[in-house]
């Protein structure tokens, strides 16, 4: 099944910085990759979601890279803000293919210090 | 908007008691699923639906059971309850409707068993 691995673990950075985040996925199969921000106390929600059809995909400040070759992907969020600290989860799965299950990775805790 | 209501935010337990946690959605989701998520660990995949009174393991689910007896319901249920199930447990939901892949997440029950 699909194994999905993410790293760092932990990361801080100043207001304004650029920050990354990746992950990388073991089924070959997955053609779907989403990225959820988890605010303290909050729920998980979507922020952005990419397509095994194409290889980069923006919103604002946040974007996302895949390279399907390599099996990884990428969270790339730019002018950081106090506001975007929270825990980043990735994720991988199959679709068009019945139903197959979002697997996460372990995920990030984004401390962006004013 | 899409609406996932788990029906109580902490929870506190004693050791052998049988648990109940409760999930609802409210967008006819063909979907759902629980998660436990643990410091250092993300989102761990404990059972999950994809129909009324179907239900498949995750990777996590020795101490767990689950019912679906209505579309909009899933619960959660530990049958003897362990300090070791003390966690954070999050329902989550989807469709299975071309072009939407992406799960809405619950706020999540804390659950404490002493």
């Known amino acids: 099944g699909e194994n999905v691995e993410q790293h760092p673990s932990t990361l801080s950075v100043q207001e304004g910085d650029s920050a990354v985040i990746k992950c990388t996925y073991s089924?070959?199969?997955?053609?779907?990759f989403p990225w959820y921000k988890q605010e303290l106390g909050k729920r998980p929600q979507l922020i952005i979601d990419i397509r095994s059809n194409v290889g980069e995909k923006k919103d604002q400040r946040i974007a996302v890279t895949l390279n399907k070759t390599a099996k990884h992907f990428s969270l790339h969020i730019t002018e950081t803000q106090p506001e975007d600290s929270a825990v980043y989860f990735c994720a991988a799965r199959r679709v068009n293919t019945g139903f197959q299950k979002l697997v996460f990775g372990t995920g990030t805790r984004l401390l962006v210090s004013p | 908007d899409v609406k996932v209501t788990q029906s109580s935010r902490y929870l506190v337990k004693r050791t052998g008691e049988k648990v109940f946690l409760e999930c609802v959605q409210d967008m006819d989701h063909e979907n759902m699923f629980w998660y436990r998520q643990d410091p250092g660990l993300g989102l761990r995949l404990i059972y999950f639906s994809y129909d009324v009174k179907m239900k498949e393991k995750g990777d996590i689910p020795e101490g767990y059971s689950v019912s679906r007896e209505k579309k909009e319901r899933f619960s959660l249920i530990l049958e003897s309850a362990s300090t070791n199930q003390t966690s954070m447990y999050l329902c989550?939901?989807?469709?299975?409707?071309?072009?939407?892949?992406?799960?809405?997440f619950g706020s999540g029950t804390r659950l404490t068993v002493v």
């Open positions: 089924d070959s199969a997955s053609n779907y």
């Open positions: 989550a939901s989807s469709n299975s409707r071309q072009g939407i892949y992406g799960y809405t």
